[in-house]
């Protein structure tokens, strides 16, 4: 039994002056099948990050139970609920994420640009066919299902594109055409995603594009020239904001460079005392993440003064997840989320150093990147860090376009880490 706790392995034995019975637990068969696809397949189990996998499917766990208590009292008749959606979200997640991870990534970016490709023309659908819900067309309706939205896979097509295109132009992407040519490339998805309107996922994308730029080895020259414009951006917003009037926003909004919802967004959050209105879920969202103080109200609380039962909040069980963890987990609940995104952020980019191809960095990092970007996005919005803009928060917000595409990236990271045992096995 010792040698079965060091080794994963039951193996009983009794004997009598004749013969010997040995008896191999289910455990060890399991084990010794999955070598054996692995092995067929060229990799080694032992570079199967399932630390990875465990985070994921904590996080995702936990989500399934805050989207249930969030939407515990929802009726939609003809269709999955959204607990039921979500729990259809992580199978089908877990599957995307367990082919994609034996699949040679080399390969996939080999199609990247059909990838792309395809997803503009959905993008471009959604543009003048799509489903339209709260003032934005996002959505592709699927009857007897519910609606899908592209825009959450185009993260994914945009990191295989740029990581296509930057191990094909590593020497030359500091050179202004080459540079251009990627920019517009990533632009193309971007501005379809924009005019939806999709802020959030717009900035979340180019700050993936440019994360990547970094890791296809950018010169530094453009690196601090960008931090240096970004500063100045930063200046003159911050000038436009507190200039009497603000004339210089509210001629951007004229020529329709900036939507007035997007100004109103501003100001609420530069000036929360004088817009009360337009900060009023986040500041409800503050109020219910310290209302659950240590320990948290619990799950399901029935209580008429949670954000779920007393109206308080729209879209919780996406947007505003994080107030319903802060207010039924409490702080150690919201810890634990943020401990688990931190984790699979960090096993994203360990991952991404043990490659000896400079496409599976760029692959690692900028999922690394995305994630963490997002989920700082979600959080900063709940806690009115940041203003209010919505984005879901990774494997925990209700969606099954952003469940199952965050575990296809997933999948790809762990593929990443599966190369290297690749090249080992290759050697012998």
């Known amino acids: 039994w010792r040698y079965w706790w060091e080794n994963s392995i039951a193996i009983c034995q009794y004997s009598d002056k004749r013969k010997e019975t040995i008896v191999i637990s289910p455990l060890i068969l399991d084990r010794m099948i999955m070598k054996k696809i692995f092995r067929k397949l060229g990799y080694k189990i032992e570079n199967y990050d399932f630390r990875l996998i465990v985070y994921v499917l904590l996080l995702s766990i936990i989500g399934v139970l805050m989207v249930h208590s969030a939407t515990v009292n929802e009726v939609e008749e003809g269709l999955l609920d959204t607990t039921q959606k979500q729990i259809l979200g992580v199978i089908i997640g877990l599957i995307s994420m367990v082919v994609i991870s034996l699949i040679d990534y080399k390969k996939i970016l080999k199609f990247a640009a059909l990838i792309f490709i395809l997803n503009v023309a959905v993008l471009i659908y959604v543009k003048f066919a799509g489903t339209t819900y709260l003032g934005a067309r996002r959505w592709i309706s699927v009857p007897g299902f519910g609606t899908i939205q592209p825009s959450e896979f185009s993260k994914i097509a945009v990191i295989l594109v740029g990581t296509a295109f930057l191990c094909r132009f590593r020497d030359k992407i500091s050179t202004i055409p080459i540079l251009l040519l990627y920019l517009a490339t990533a632009a193309v998805p971007c501005l379809l995603i924009l005019v939806q309107p999709a802020l959030s996922t717009t900035i979340v994308i180019f700050v993936t594009v440019i994360v990547m ?57 530069f000036f929360p005392s004088e817009h009360r209105d337009l900060v009023y879920q986040q500041t409800n969202s503050i109020m219910a993440i310290g209302s659950g103080q240590f320990f948290g109200k619990g799950l399901n609380t029935t209580t008429y003064e949670s954000v779920k039962n007393g109206n308080f909040l729209s879209e919780e069980q996406c947007d505003f997840i994080f107030a319903v963890v802060g207010e039924e987990l409490g702080f150690v609940g919201s810890v634990l989320i943020i401990a688990l995104i931190g984790l699979i ?74 190369q290297r045992g690749r090249l080992e096995l290759n050697r012998r």
């Open 213 to 269: 730029l970094y890791l296809g080895g950018i010169s530094s020259r453009w690196v601090y020239g960008v931090s240096i414009v970004v500063a100045v951006l930063a200046v003159l917003l911050l000038f436009a904001v507190y200039q009497p009037d603000q004339a210089i926003l509210n001629d951007l909004v004229e020529k329709n460079i900036l939507r007035p919802h997007q100004l109103n967004r501003i100001n609420a959050f």
């Open 345 to 418: 952020v960090y096993e994203c980019i360990r991952i991404s150093r043990v490659t000896n191809y400079v496409g599976g960095v760029i692959i690692g990092c900028s999922i690394a990147a995305l994630l963490g970007v997002q989920s700082f996005i979600n959080i900063g919005v709940a806690t009115l860090v940041l203003p209010n803009t919505g984005v879901p928060l990774p494997f925990v917000s209700a969606g099954m376009s952003s469940l199952v595409s965050s575990f296809m990236m997933i999948g790809f990271v762990l593929n990443v880490g599966l």
